[in-house]
């Protein structure tokens, strides 16, 4: 299996276009310091040929020109991009969607509650009914969006999206609003969980074994954003488990047999971004990889 991460960074990207957080501006000013990263998204791959894109990101024409393997290859219009699989609603997961037209066939994969708000949308009618195939995915059903590859999705602790919020928003509920996905091939299986509001004994044995976990890298402290200044809102509030204090991620799977453990998900405002910094050093000292853009796994 081969996995391209083709944005590393949570919503916003790095720098965001209108912060100048310390670390945005270390972006800005020293990209060896802090190197600039683009949003959400992942690429798999049974045969290093055909491509899943998991997640669309805002930033995905960028994504895929500086990815070759993501480059067009047979006559005049072509992608390697056969299928695509959303894993939330969150804009930076669905925006790309809007650059993926043009008429190309792809399969678009998702739970049916994460499709009825894209269908309610019709902006996203810019991918053609009768060119892009639109299928509804259920929770524990695996399916095969490319020969090869079997991909299962699953309930994460979670919320809706921002631009779905309302008064009767739960966060850290179950649903098909937030889900992980377990992916397949030949005998090597990777987690991807971007979006996660906690560590649940459940999680656990779901990703016991696996030979790369994805995770949610947004915040290493609860309250980053209100530390850093620029805004009020907590990672529980957002939807998202820390790295580090009470109920932390890193402490919370410390015990899983994991073979390689990769934060994406990196919000702008996370130091673990800064090199050589002290939060750094702390989560690889942990078993962690922070993940930066086009960084490839072969499983
Ligand atoms: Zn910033």
């Known amino acids: 299996m081969r996995v391209v991460i083709l944005g590393s960074a949570a919503?916003?990207?790095?720098?965001?276009?209108?912060?100048?957080?310390?670390?945005?501006?270390?972006?800005?000013?020293?990209?060896?310091?802090?190197?600039?990263?683009?949003?959400?998204?992942?690429?798999?791959?049974?045969?290093?040929?055909?491509?899943?894109?998991?997640?669309?990101?805002?930033?995905?024409?960028?994504?895929?020109?500086?990815?070759?393997?993501?480059?067009?290859?047979?006559?005049?219009?072509?992608?390697?991009?056969?299928?695509?699989?959303?894993?939330?609603?969150?804009?930076?997961?669905?925006?790309?969607?809007?650059?993926?037209?043009?008429?190309?066939?792809?399969?678009?994969?998702?739970?049916?509650?994460?499709?009825?708000?894209?269908?309610?949308?019709?902006?996203?009618?810019?991918?053609?009914?009768?060119?892009?195939?639109?299928?509804?995915?259920?929770?524990?059903?695996?399916?095969?969006?490319?020969?090869?590859?079997?991909?299962?999705?699953?309930?994460?602790?979670?919320k809706v999206p921002l631009w779905l919020e309302d008064e009767t928003m739960e966060i850290g509920a179950e649903t098909e609003t937030t889900v992980g996905a377990l992916i397949e091939a030949g005998g090597r299986r990777l987690a991807y969980i971007p979006g996660c509001a906690r560590v649940t004994d459940g999680l656990r044995r779901r990703i016991a074994g696996v030979d790369a976990l994805l995770f949610d890298g947004t915040v290493l402290h609860d309250d980053d954003m209100i530390r850093a200044g620029v805004g009020t809102k907590t990672g529980w509030r957002m939807g998202h488990v820390p790295m580090r204090g009470e109920n932390g991620s890193i402490d919370a799977l410390a015990a899983v047999e994991i073979g390689h453990r990769i934060f994406v998900h990196i919000n702008n405002t996370n130091p673990v971004l800064v090199e050589g910094s002290p939060e750094r050093a702390d989560v690889e000292?942990?078993?962690?990889?922070?993940?930066?853009?086009?960084?490839?796994?072969s499983l």
């Open 11 to 158: 919503g916003g990207g790095l720098p965001q276009w209108n912060c100048r957080c310390p670390i945005c501006t270390l972006a800005r000013s020293e990209p060896d310091r802090v190197r600039p990263r683009t949003q959400s998204s992942i690429a798999v791959s049974a045969d290093g040929s055909d491509w899943l894109l998991i997640n669309a990101s805002p930033d995905i024409r960028q994504q895929l020109f500086d990815n070759a393997q993501m480059h067009p290859r047979e006559g005049l219009r072509h992608s390697p991009i056969r299928a695509v699989l959303l894993t939330n609603g969150d804009v930076d997961h669905v925006a790309g969607l809007l650059t993926l037209r043009e008429g190309q066939p792809y399969a678009l994969y998702g739970t049916r509650g994460i499709l009825d708000s894209v269908n309610a949308n019709r902006v996203f009618d810019v991918m053609a009914e009768g060119v892009v195939e639109r299928q509804a995915i259920g929770m524990d059903e695996p399916f095969e969006p490319l020969p090869g590859l079997t991909v299962t999705l699953f309930p994460v602790p979670g």
């Open 285 to 297: 000292a942990a078993g962690w990889t922070v993940a930066h853009d086009g960084l490839n796994l």
